[in-house]
């Protein structure tokens, strides 16, 4: 079975930083591209940043590019999301996914990113 | 700047069959950017019904089904049950790395 858990979300002000994380079992993780997708309040799903297999080539949003940065682990099969200059429009449920593609689609729990003064 | 448009509700009365699309400004849909559907209720995370145009995920019961009609992207519910209820997010890889996700339809049984 293929689990995906997000940690890292937090309350946290404008400006500020914030990481998050996501541990992924049951599949090769170094196979596959991971992404982060959120959903912001009264809005829907938004994709926000992809990373490949190797971690060689990443991918951005317009809305997060120059702010938030992407990265993985491969030998602790981790994703993770650095997230700078924070804005309350980032305020969202954070989603962990191996996006659906040729292939199943598989997502974590979410983790909730709260930027507030 | 690139647009996916989904009609933003929907109801089908239980039993009944429904049909969502999902148009890309930019053309017609096709599958070489493998559209996607998702369903999300309310407190849980998103859970891929469909991939890759018309294959189903594990799991799920084959009154889910995903097609291209004419130049958009479609799911058909057939014998809607009231646990349908949900938004629905289709999905599109754009190439390069970039995905792209629809507004998201929500669907009303009753």
């Known amino acids: 079975e293929v689990e995906l858990l997000e940690s890292g979300g937090d309350l946290e002000q404008p400006g500020k930083s914030l990481r998050l994380a996501c541990g992924v079992s049951?599949?090769?993780?170094?196979?596959?591209?991971m992404s982060w997708v959120r959903r912001s309040p009264g809005k829907g799903l938004e994709w926000v940043s992809s990373?490949?297999?190797?971690?060689?080539?990443?991918y951005y949003a317009d809305a997060v590019k120059g702010r938030f940065t992407i990265s993985r682990d491969n030998s602790k099969n981790t994703v993770y999301l650095q997230m700078n200059s924070l804005r309350g429009e980032d305020t969202a449920i954070y989603y962990c996914?191996?996006?659906?593609?040729?292939?199943?689609?598989?997502w974590g729990q979410g983790t909730l990113v709260n930027v507030s003064s | 700047q690139t647009v996916v448009t989904q009609e933003p509700s929907f109801s089908v009365s239980p039993g009944g069959t429904v049909t969502l699309t999902c148009t890309l400004s930019?053309?017609?849909?096709?599958?070489?950017?493998?559209p996607s559907w998702s369903q999300q209720t309310p407190g849980q995370p998103p859970r891929t019904l469909i991939y890759?145009?018309?294959t189903r995920s594990s799991g799920v019961p084959d009154r889910f089904s995903g097609s291209i009609l004419g130049s958009k992207a479609a799911l058909t519910i057939a014998g809607a049950q009231a646990d349908d209820e949900s938004d629905y997010y289709c999905?599109?890889?754009?190439?390069?790395?970039?995905?792209?996700f629809g507004g998201g339809t929500k669907l009303t049984v009753l």
């Open positions: 890759n145009t018309n």
């Open positions: 999905m599109f890889y754009m190439g390069n790395g970039f995905s792209l």
């Open positions: 996914a191996k996006l659906p593609g040729s292939s199943p689609g598989y």
């Open positions: 049951g599949l090769t993780f170094s196979d596959y591209a």
């Open positions: 930019s053309g017609s849909v096709s599958t070489t950017y493998r």
């Open positions: 990373i490949s297999g190797t971690g060689d080539a990443t």
